[in-house]
Structure formats: structure tokens, C-alpha cells
């Protein structure tokens, strides 16, 4: 099992960014597909991007692209998620998630295909 911790999150005003981060300990980082995903009040728990376990393919929500990059250090066993042009639709809680299996070649993007998740960090952008 890998443990993960986010940080990063906060209050930011539209059109800002912000960096948030995941740390990862335990089980082999580089070995697994890593993914960011969010949760709204009310809403069901969303894909927002992916990077594979090489850090050499990523895939976005059609909702997020153009506007935020992931990203991976696997020296220090973190991810990234770089957060630009924010809106107010984009506020929730942000969740790292870690791939169930390791050496995955395709993009899992549905929460049952990740089997480790960090706490969450809260994300508000105001209009």
C-alpha cells in the first residue's frame, strides 16, 4: 500500500493558479499510474488528469485541459498538479490517487481503477 499526502490547496480568485502537491510513500512510486481527481459538494468524485507510471503520457478532463498540467518527480516520489486560469466551477476537494496495479500501459480515469488516495485538499476559487 503507498501513502499519499496532498498539499497545495487554498482560497485563489479566478483567473489565478495555484501547485498542488502529492507525496508518496510506501510501495514502489515509479512503478504506478498516478491521478488527480476532485470532489464538489453534492457531485460524484471526477477524473481530472493522469500520468503514467514513466511520467511519458498524461490525459485530461475535456473540462480542465489547456489549463492544467500533471506532472511527476519519481526522485522524489511527488506529483503535481499545476492548476491555471482557474474558474469557480473548479472549486473542490482534489484528491491524488495511486494506480491499483503497477507497469499499467493504459490510462486508468475511473476511481475503481485507483487503489491508494490522499485525504484531499481543498481547492476554493472565488468570482
Known amino acids: 500500500q503507498v501513502q499519499l499526502v496532498e498539499s497545495g490547496g487554498g482560497l485563489v480568485q479566478a483567473g489565478g493558479s495555484l501547485r498542488l502537491s502529492c507525496a508518496a510513500s510506501?510501495?514502489?512510486?515509479?512503478?504506478?499510474?498516478m491521478g488527480w481527481f476532485r470532489q464538489a459538494p453534492g457531485k460524484e468524485r471526477e477524473f481530472v488528469a493522469g500520468?503514467?507510471?514513466?511520467?511519458?503520457?498524461?490525459n485530461y478532463a475535456n473540462s480542465v485541459k489547456g489549463r492544467f498540467t500533471i506532472s511527476r518527480d519519481n526522485a522524489k516520489n511527488t506529483v503535481y498538479l499545476q492548476m491555471n486560469s482557474l474558474k469557480p466551477e473548479d472549486t473542490a476537494v482534489y484528491y491524488c490517487?495511486?494506480?491499483?496495479?503497477?507497469?499499467?500501459?493504459?490510462?486508468?480515469?475511473?476511481?475503481?481503477?485507483?487503489?491508494?488516495w490522499g485525504q484531499g485538499t481543498q481547492v476554493t476559487v472565488s468570482s
Open positions: 510506501g510501495r514502489t512510486f515509479s512503478s504506478y499510474t
Open positions: 490517487a495511486a494506480d491499483r496495479f503497477p507497469l499499467r500501459t493504459a490510462a486508468p480515469a475511473r476511481p475503481v481503477d485507483f487503489g491508494s
Open positions: 500520468i503514467s507510471w514513466l511520467g511519458s503520457s498524461t
